[in-house]
């Protein structure tokens, strides 16, 4: 049986699966137009409402709101789809918003960590494995991908791309692309390093990590300018083709700018 707490709200028309380790807490609220998967907890006081589909294992820490209204003034008033993976956390006071429009969507992928008091705007796009700490607001239309750290009380103008484990200092203001693989910080946010770090722990080898090196030195050194740079990497056969292909069409395909 699910368990759902005497003074929670669950509407008519949630959709909540059958399983002994689905909970919502007390003051919670679930709108009509949820679905949560098996494991989901929702803890007391948590909210999710619109048109949500959360996959299986997600918890919802108190004061968080997973689903909410978007705060775009272009919003006509269509419900789009907020669609979240499995194994997510949201922390206290976290929110999450749905759609501008009915035919777009917001997407959280799997295993994604989101930290107290972080806001997730219209239309993101947050792959697999994914920190955001506290307080880091992340603007509509961004795109995090896998792997990659966000720093505390940093902000992501909307339309910005974060790489593969890439990672974002605290306290920055990205406002233009940061590339796969590489560290960003300071207000306006730029390139300082690569990740050797966060690439260990990923699983990286040393060899690996040393063609990461070789690239930001390659992209970074001052050498050429940024277009001249791309084009000579792309056809630099010392780094693999995978690793190269990855970096030259995130750079090319840019339509913010690279940091």
Do not use: W
């Amino acid at each position: 049986m699910v368990k759902i707490h005497p003074t929670a709200i669950v509407e008519d028309g949630a959709q909540l699966a059958d399983d002994d380790g689905l909970s919502v807490g007390a003051y919670a609220y679930v709108g009509p137009s949820v679905r949560l998967g098996r494991g989901c907890i929702v803890h007391h006081h948590g909210v999710v409402e619109g048109n949500s589909e959360l996959g299986e294992g997600n918890e919802i820490f108190p004061f968080a709101v997973i689903g909410g209204k978007t705060q775009d003034l272009k919003h006509d008033g269509s419900d789009g789809k907020l669609t979240i993976g499995d194994g997510n956390i949201f922390r206290e006071y976290v929110t999450v918003n749905g759609p501008t429009a009915a035919s777009s969507e917001t997407r959280i992928g799997n295993r994604n960590y989101l930290l107290s008091y972080v806001h997730v705007a219209h239309e993101c796009r947050i792959h697999d494995d994914v920190i955001i700490s506290s307080k880091a607001v992340v603007g509509g239309h961004v795109e995090i991908c896998s792997g990659a750290n966000i720093g505390g009380a940093s902000a992501i103008h909307q339309f910005c791309r974060v790489g593969v484990c890439a990672l974002l200092g605290g306290l920055s203001a990205l406002v233009k692309d940061l590339p796969p693989y590489m560290i960003a910080e300071g207000n306006r946010a730029r390139v300082r390093t690569y990740n050797s770090v966060g690439l260990r722990r990923r699983g990286f080898s040393d060899e690996r990590i040393d063609m990461v090196r070789q690239i930001f030195r390659h992209i970074y050194g001052g050498r050429y300018d940024r277009s001249e740079a791309i084009d000579k990497l792309d056809k630099c056969e010392q780094i693999p083709r995978d690793l190269r292909e990855e970096f030259v069409l995130f750079f090319r395909s840019s339509r913010r700018g690279i940091a």
